[in-house]
């Protein structure tokens, strides 16, 4: 199938770090991504990272990929207030000789004062 | 401005009616794409177009007609609507389709459509 997974809703405290879960199943992806969703905005890439890499690290942003498991997560450091958005992972699919990226249905991140 | 432009933001139509949502972009691109988005719903892919021609349609209803005039513009057609059609459409678009690269997506704000 090609299901992406994650939580619908997280919350936490600012200033605390925030860890966001998700899971794929197709073993072909070669692209993972996360993309952020602002209010009343279309989505917009945060980082994305290649399935032959562990991790990535960009400022307060750290992915983790654990392809045996198939489990990505974002992990942001410092969350601020403005960090409050959905949060989408997605997979680049490569079947069928065609390429489309496989959203999952977003993680909401609430950041309190 | 993210580079992908969408109208109309809103629009409130009912089942009869027929209207279009439009997508420009101005980035260059060759592909070009209409997702739904639903609440609590993975973001669903409808159409997908490159260099023009679809590439994808994925068993999308026939109420919902893609044009892709050209590399720059991209239309969905909307005909006899049901209220579970109410969603949040996005239009989004990329270099191209296929190849090895990592093929980001840069999105619309998106067309609010609510089918009364």
């Known amino acids: 199938g090609e299901d992406v997974e994650q939580s619908l809703f997280l919350s936490v405290r600012e200033g605390d770090s925030s860890v966001i879960n998700c899971t794929y199943t197709d073993s072909s992806s070669t692209y993972l991504y996360w993309y952020k969703q602002e209010p009343g905005a279309g989505l917009q890439l945060l980082t994305y990272?290649?399935?032959?890499?562990d991790m990535k690290q960009d400022q307060r942003l750290t992915v983790l990929l654990n392809k045996k498991d198939k489990h990505l997560s974002l992990r942001i450091a410092d969350t601020q207030t403005g960090d409050s958005a959905i949060y989408f992972c997605?997979?680049?699919?490569?079947?069928?000789?065609?390429?489309?990226?496989?959203f999952g249905a977003g993680t909401r991140l609430f950041v309190k004062a | 401005e993210t580079g992908v432009t969408q109208t109309p933001r809103h629009l409130v139509m009912g089942m009869t009616n027929k209207k279009s949502l439009k997508c420009e972009q101005h980035?260059?691109?060759?592909?070009m794409y209409w997702y739904k988005q639903s609440a609590k719903k993975p973001l669903e892919l409808m159409f997908v177009y490159n260099f023009k021609e679809q590439t994808e349609n994925n068993s999308v209803p026939s109420r919902f007609s893609p044009e892709c005039p050209n590399s720059s513009h991209l239309f969905l057609h909307l005909h006899t609507l049901q209220p579970e059609d109410s969603a949040l459409y996005l239009c989004?678009?990329?270099?191209?389709?296929?190849?090895?690269?990592?093929?980001?997506?840069?999105f619309g704000a998106g067309s609010r459509l609510t089918v009364l």
């Open positions: 980035l260059g691109h060759n592909a």
């Open positions: 989004a678009s990329s270099q191209d389709v296929g190849g090895p690269g990592a093929n980001v997506l840069t």
């Open positions: 997605a997979e680049k699919d490569v079947k069928w000789g065609g390429f489309k990226t496989i």
């Open positions: 990272i290649f399935s032959n890499m």
